[in-house]
T-cell receptor, first 109, second 113 residues
């Protein structure tokens, strides 16, 4: 499954949009792009996933590059509750996916 | 609406002791997983069960055994605990292994002295 590269950390101000990037240049045609986040002292929670087209849900939007080698998770208006570690994982089967170290998002009041 | 339930939440073991971590899901999911998370690290897959009756090794299976007891329950056993197994353990489940959401439990903090 494809390796992903994410920035170690990012900062944002409350109520501003946040764009979290992820590079996955070795992605294959059947690989899904998943985003999860982990709040302090909790298990990870699902944010969004997609295959080829951009996706929206109540939590976030996922913008996938046309060549699928990168994607961006968009939080439209960050809140303090969005402060977490965000993981971008790419692959076909959860049995083979790897959660890397993710991006630590800090949200300032 | 329990989701994925793990027990116990905390455990302290002495080196060489054995124990079993329990996990149950009530979402009628086919696939279940055990991960470990060390401080400042991402999650690493220990074992998973794609469907009832099957189990497969993940990235870090050494020192662990698993049992898919039925569709709801997936247990992780440490036969002879070692300090290197000090970690937070998460159980997760999904409808299938492909393209579906993972739902995680709240974790078990395990310390091996």
């Amino acid at each position: 499954d494809a390796k992903t590269t994410q920035p170690n950390s990012m900062e944002s101000n409350e109520e501003e949009p946040v764009h979290l990037p992820c590079n996955h240049s070795t992605i294959s045609g059947t690989d899904y792009i998943h985003w999860y986040r982990q709040l302090p002292s909790q298990g990870p929670e699902y944010v969004i996933h997609g295959l080829t087209s951009n996706v929206n849900n109540r939590m976030a939007s996922l913008a996938i590059a046309e060549d699928r080698k990168s994607s961006t998770l968009i939080l439209h208006r960050a809140t303090l509750r969005d402060a977490a570690v965000y993981y971008c994982i790419v692959g076909t089967s959860y049995g083979k996916l790897t959660f890397g170290q993710g991006t630590i998002l800090t949200v300032h009041p | 609406n329990a989701g994925v339930t793990q027990t116990p939440k905390f455990q302290v073991l002495k080196t060489g002791q054995s124990m079993t971590l329990q996990c149950a899901q009530d979402m009628n999911h086919n696939s279940m997983y055990w991960y470990r998370q060390d401080p400042g690290m991402g999650l690493r897959l220990i074992y998973y069960s794609a469907s009832e009756g099957t189990t497969d090794k993940g990235e870090v299976p050494n020192g662990y055994n698993v049992s898919r007891l039925n569709k709801r329950e997936f247990s992780l056993r440490l036969e002879s605990a070692a300090p290197s197994q000090t970690s937070v353990y998460f159980c997760a489940s999904s409808k299938y292994v492909l393209g579906e959401k993972l739902f995680f439990g709240s974790g078990t903090q395990l310390s091996v002295l």
